[in-house]
C-alpha cells in the first residue's frame, strides 16, 4: 500500500509522516537528498537552467515511485511525484521560469511516466494558512527558509488547491491543520488516524 502526504513548506508533512509510520508500523519514505548537478546552474542563471532542473527532479522522484510499487511493505511518503509537476514545475512555469514549449515537454514526459505508476492509495492533503506556514517556518529555524517571501508561499497555495482539487485523479483525506498540533496533543493525532482508518479499513464513519 502507498500513502503519500501533501502541503505546502511548513504545512507539517514530515512530522505526521514519521507519526503515522511509528502508529502504523509503515516505511516512511522522504525525498532523497542527493546532488543535483544542475542547482549551482540554475541559481547563476534561472531560465537558463530551470527546464534541466525540472527534468532531474522529475527523473529522480519517478526512480523513487518505481521503488515504492515493488516494495512489499506499506509505504508513507512525504512529497509525490505528482505535487512536484503540479505545484513546483508549475510554478516555475507561472513564474516564468520555465517557457511554454520546455514546459509541455515536460508534461509530455510526465505523462508517459504516469502510464508506469499507479497512483498512491491514499492523498493526505494538509490544508492551512499561510500564518500557519509562516508560524511553522519561523519555528523549526532553517535558514535556507528564512527568506522565502510570503507570495511564494501563497502562490504554492494556489497550485496546491488546484492540484488536489481539479487535477489529482486518486483519493484524497484532507485535513484542516491551522488549528491542530498533532505532535504534541494526541487527541489531534488521533483524530486523523481515526480519519485515515475510516478511508482504509472502514472501521469510522468519514
Do not use: C
Request: glycine share 4%; no cysteine.
Amino acid at each position: 500500500m502507498h500513502i503519500a502526504v501533501a502541503g505546502n513548506i511548513g504545512s507539517g508533512k514530515t512530522t505526521l509522516t514519521n507519526l503515522l509510520a511509528r502508529h502504523y508500523d509503515w516505511e516512511p519514505r522522504f525525498e532523497a537528498v542527493s546532488y543535483n548537478p544542475y542547482l549551482e546552474d540554475y541559481y547563476a542563471d534561472i531560465q537558463r537552467w530551470a527546464f534541466n532542473l525540472e527534468v532531474y527532479f522529475l527523473k529522480e522522484r519517478f526512480k523513487d515511485n518505481l521503488a515504492i510499487e515493488h516494495s512489499r511493505k506499506t509505504i508513507i511518503q512525504d512529497r509525490s511525484i505528482y505535487e512536484g509537476v503540479y505545484v513546483f514545475a508549475a510554478n516555475n512555469k507561472r513564474m516564468g521560469q520555465l517557457s511554454d514549449r520546455d514546459y509541455e515537454t515536460y508534461m509530455e514526459l510526465f505523462e508517459q511516466m504516469l502510464t508506469q505508476l499507479r497512483i498512491p492509495d491514499l492523498m493526505i492533503y494538509l490544508r492551512a494558512d499561510i500564518a500557519h506556514l509562516v508560524e511553522n517556518i519561523q519555528k523549526r529555524g532553517r535558514d535556507y527558509e528564512q527568506t522565502i517571501q510570503i507570495e511564494y508561499l501563497q502562490g504554492l497555495n494556489e497550485l496546491y488547491e488546484e492540484f488536489i482539487y481539479q487535477k489529482y485523479p486518486g483519493r484524497v483525506l484532507t485535513v484542516d491543520v491551522n488549528n491542530l498540533d498533532y505532535q504534541h496533543r494526541p487527541e489531534d493525532l488521533k483524530s486523523i488516524i481515526d480519519r485515515i482508518d475510516a478511508h482504509l479499513f472502514g472501521l469510522f464513519p468519514i
